[in-house]
């Protein structure tokens, strides 16, 4: 058995390797999410709505989310980037561009206010393109799968306690908001686990092309 100062001598060991991969080339682990963007007018307004939020009810997560429907989360090696994007700019080629329209606010009780996406089934049909055609590629391990957003929205704020969230919802359930944008492209954005900033990797523009996919089993030979 480890005596004490083995215990720390193994862990500070753990450590030292763990630092000395993640600055390996290709071993660093990110986090990426795979997002509708709305044009830049249409994000402005949507962050005047957020900084309200914030201001009201001191809720900061109003300000860290950035104003964009999000398909996917997920986090993986960087060894790993450019299949993910072949697969994403195949399916891409093979979609269409997607009218999104905005109207009013809707909750997650009792924790997130959102703005609502009131055609969902096109943002449905893609997420669950990319889910059945980027799945395996996207899993880094049992504790770590992506997640695929069947209910797509553009989130005012998150995480909120329960009195920020009581008290918005008392005001935003009465509140309107009204916009549309047309997603011609997905964006995939990437920063490094536990850093804040997302920088953006590959924009993938919607061409409505008749391409044939390759199945994962092809991709992985199974």
């Not at 997560?61 to 450019?82: D, I, M, S, T």
């Not at 918005?168 to 908001?177: A, M, N, R, T, V």
């Not at 990437?190 to 991709?219: A, D």
């Amino acid at each position: 058995m480890l005596n004490n100062l083995g215990i720390k001598f193994f862990y500070l060991k753990k450590s030292v390797m763990e630092t000395i991969i993640n600055s390996i080339p290709g071993y660093k682990v990110f986090e990426y999410q795979l997002v509708l963007n709305p044009h830049e007018e249409l994000r402005h307004k949507i962050m005047q709505t957020k900084q309200h939020f914030f201001d009201t009810y001191q809720a900061s997560a109003a300000l860290y989310n950035k104003p964009f429907v999000c398909l996917a989360h997920f986090v993986q090696y960087g060894l790993f980037e450019e299949r993910i994007i072949n697969r994403l700019q195949a399916i891409a080629m093979g979609f269409h561009p997607i009218k999104i329209p905005l109207k009013d606010f809707g909750s997650f009780p009792s924790h997130t206010i959102y703005i609502n996406v009131t055609a969902k089934l096109p943002i449905q049909s893609l997420v669950k393109q990319v889910r059945a055609e980027t799945q395996k590629l996207m899993k880094l391990d049992a504790d770590h799968k992506p997640h695929f957003m069947l209910e797509p929205h553009i989130t005012v704020a998150r995480k909120l306690l329960p009195w920020q969230y009581e008290k918005g919802w008392l005001e935003y359930s009465h509140k309107h908001f009204t916009a549309s944008f047309i997603a011609d492209a997905m964006l995939l954005l990437k920063r490094p686990v536990g850093e804040k900033n997302y920088q953006v990797v590959q924009r993938f523009e919607f061409q409505n092309l008749l391409i044939k996919t390759i199945s994962q089993g092809e991709l992985f030979g199974s």
